[in-house]
C-alpha cells in the first residue's frame, strides 16, 4: 500500500514539474546554471541567498540533465516524494503500521507538500532528511555498531545543510533521547558532535547570509509575528496551499472535516487514558518543533515566521493525524481516516485550478516572441521593480531579443521607440492597484490604441497589453 501511495505522490507532482518557473525559483535558477560548482556555491553564499548550500548543489547537478528551467527541479520532486515511504516506514516504527499508511497519505495528498514538492528551493530537501535523520535515529538506537550512528550524522548533517530551520527538528531529537533512551545518550552525543564538526566549518558564511539578508530586507518581509500568524502558518503547512487563503484552500468545510477526523481519535484516545508511548511523544515533538522554534527565533531575533520556514514539520503532522485517526476505535478508525484524508484530497483539487497555478511566464514569453516585430519594446510595470514579472522571469524564456523597459507605464523611451516600430506590449502583474488595463495619459491615448489583450490566470495572475502607434511604423 506504500507503494501505492508513493506512486499516487507522483503522479500528483508531476504536472508541477513543467510549470513555468516563478518567484523565488529564480534565485536559484541564477544559482545553478552557473558553470562550476566552486561558482555555485560562491553565489550561495554571496548573492543574497539565505539558505544553506545542499539543495543548490544537488540541482546544480540535475541542470545538467537537460532544460535546466526544468531540472533543476528534480531533486525536490525526487525527494519529495521518496519522502512518503520514508513517513510510512518511521510511522511503522513510532505510532504504528495504521498511523503510518493514514500519515503517509496525508502527505502524498497534502497541497502543501505537492507545491514544495515541484519548487526549486529546498523545502522538500529539508522534509526528506528530517524524516530520514529520525529514521535512521530510531534505527541506531535499536540495534548496535558505529555504522547506524554514522548513518544518522549523515542524515542529521542533510537536515541542517538543508535549512537552518532544521535544527529545530535535530533539538528536539536530542531531548526526546535524553528522555527516553538515557542509556545510549554517549552513542548520541558523539554523533551529535559529528554533526557540529560538519556544520562549524560553515558557519562564518551563515552569519554573512544573515546580515546579507537583513540588508536587502528579505527576512523583515516575512513578518510580522503574531499568535494569530502562527496558527495561520502552521495550519496552512498541513492542510493549505502556500499562495491561496485557507477560505479558498482546502476550505473552510475541509478544515472542519480534518478537526473533526482528528477529534475522534483524540477524544477515544483519551478515554483509555495512559502513558504516552515514547514514540507518540517523539512524532508529536517533531510536529511543533520548527512552529515552536520558529516562534522563539522571532521573538529573540528578526521574524522568520511564513509557512514554508516550518516544512521540516510537516511530515510529523501528517504523522500525527495518522496516529490521531488510528486511535479511534476501531469501528470509528475508517471513518475517521476518511475525515482526515478527504481535506486533502479537496485542497490538492482546489490547488490544481488555473487560478492557483504557477505563473504561465513560457506561455507569456512565447506569446510576445510571436507577435513582436523589431524593436517593438516591452514594458513591465510590475510594482515590484527589482524582481518583477521580467527581471528574472520572462528573460528566461525569451528566445527573441527585445527592449525592456521597467520605467511605469509612463516611461517615455518606452512609448516613443513603440511609436517608430509600431507597438508596445505591456506586461502588468494582476493584483492591488494593478488590476485591469494600465491607464495611459491622455496625451499617449491620442497616440497609441489598444489592439489585443491576453489574461493569463496564475496564484500571480499576469496580462499582457499590446497597443499599437494610431501613426504608420517608420520605414527602415
Known amino acids: 500500500m506504500a507503494g ?13 514539474l513543467q510549470e513555468s518557473l516563478a518567484g523565488d525559483e529564480f534565485f536559484t535558477y541564477d544559482i545553478v546554471t552557473r558553470a562550476s560548482l566552486g561558482d555555485v556555491l560562491d553565489e550561495v553564499r554571496d548573492a543574497g541567498e539565505n539558505s544553506p548550500p545542499l539543495f543548490f548543489v544537488l540541482s546544480w547537478l540535475s541542470a545538467k540533465l537537460g532544460d535546466p528551467t526544468t531540472t533543476l527541479r528534480l531533486p525536490s520532486l525526487v525527494l519529495g516524494t521518496a519522502t512518503v515511504p520514508l513517513v510510512y516506514l518511521l510511522g511503522a516504527r513510532s505510532v504504528g503500521r495504521l498511523a503510518g499508511l493514514v500519515g503517509a497519505a496525508v502527505l502524498a495528498l497534502s497541497p502543501f ?13 529539508l522534509s526528506f532528511f528530517a524524516v530520514a535523520s529520525t529514521l535512521a535515529l530510531l534505527c541506531a538506537l535499536e540495534g548496535r555498531g558505529w555504522r547506524r550512528w554514522a548513518l544518522y550524522a549523515l542524515a542529521a548533517l542533510g537536515v541542517v545543510y538543508s535549512h537552518y530551520t532544521g535544527v529545530f527538528v535535530l533539538l528536539v531529537q536530542a531531548a526526546w533521547v535524553a528522555w527516553a533512551h538515557r542509556d545510549r545518550l554517549k552513542q548520541a552525543a558523539l554523533a551529535w558532535a559529528a554533526v557540529v564538526l560538519g556544520f562549524v566549518p560553515y ?9 546579507q539578508a537583513a540588508d536587502v530586507g528579505i527576512i523583515e518581509f516575512l513578518g510580522p509575528f503574531t499568535l494569530e500568524n502562527l496558527v495561520k502558518s502552521s495550519v496552512t503547512l498541513v492542510a493549505g496551499y502556500p499562495f491561496a487563503p485557507l477560505r479558498d484552500v482546502p476550505g473552510r468545510l475541509a478544515l472542519a472535516l480534518l478537526a473533526l477526523g482528528a ?40 521574524d522568520i515566521l511564513v509557512a514554508r520556514n516550518l516544512s521540516a514539520s510537516l511530515p510529523f503532522a501528517a504523522l500525527l493525524l495518522g496516529a ?21 484530497a479537496i485542497g490538492v483539487v482546489a490547488a490544481g485550478s488555473d487560478e492557483h497555478r504557477r505563473t504561465p511566464y513560457d506561455d507569456i514569453a512565447q506569446l510576445i516572441d510571436q507577435r513582436a516585430r523589431p524593436g517593438d519594446p516591452v514594458l513591465d510595470v510590475s510594482f515590484i521593480q527589482r524582481s518583477g514579472p521580467l527581471t528574472r522571469t520572462l528573460l528566461t524564456y525569451f528566445e527573441q531579443p527585445h527592449d525592456v523597459f521597467r520605467g511605469g507605464i509612463d516611461d517615455r523611451a518606452a512609448w516613443r521607440q513603440g511609436e517608430r516600430s509600431g507597438q508596445v506590449f505591456v506586461v502588468s ?3 492591488g492597484s494593478l488590476r485591469g488595463q494600465p491607464k495611459l495619459e491622455p496625451e499617449l491615448q491620442r497616440r497609441f490604441r489598444l489592439a489585443d489583450s491576453r489574461y493569463y490566470a496564475a496564484n500571480f495572475p499576469v496580462a499582457v497589453f499590446v497597443y499599437e502607434s494610431v501613426r504608420p511604423a517608420a520605414s527602415g
Open 113 to 125: 507538500a505537492v507545491f514544495y514538492s515541484v519548487e526549486a528551493r529546498a523545502y522538500a530537501t
Open 263 to 302: 477529534c475522534i481519535g483524540l477524544v477515544s484516545a483519551l478515554l483509555r487514558a495512559g502513558r504516552p508511548k515514547p514514540g507518540l511523544v517523539l512524532i508529536a515533538g517533531l510536529a511543533v518543533a520548527t512552529p515552536l522554534g520558529v516562534s522563539l527565533a522571532s521573538q529573540v531575533g528578526r
Open 4 to 16: 501505492v501511495l508513493t506512486l499516487v505522490a507522483l503522479v500528483l507532482r508531476l504536472p508541477g
Open 203 to 211: 558557519l562564518p558564511f551563515f552569519f554573512e547570509q544573515r546580515d
Open 429 to 431: 502583474l494582476q493584483v
Open 324 to 344: 490521531a485517526a488510528a486511535a479511534a476505535r476501531p469501528r470509528l478508525v475508517p471513518l475517521a481516516a476518511a475525515l482526515v484524508l478527504a481535506p486533502m
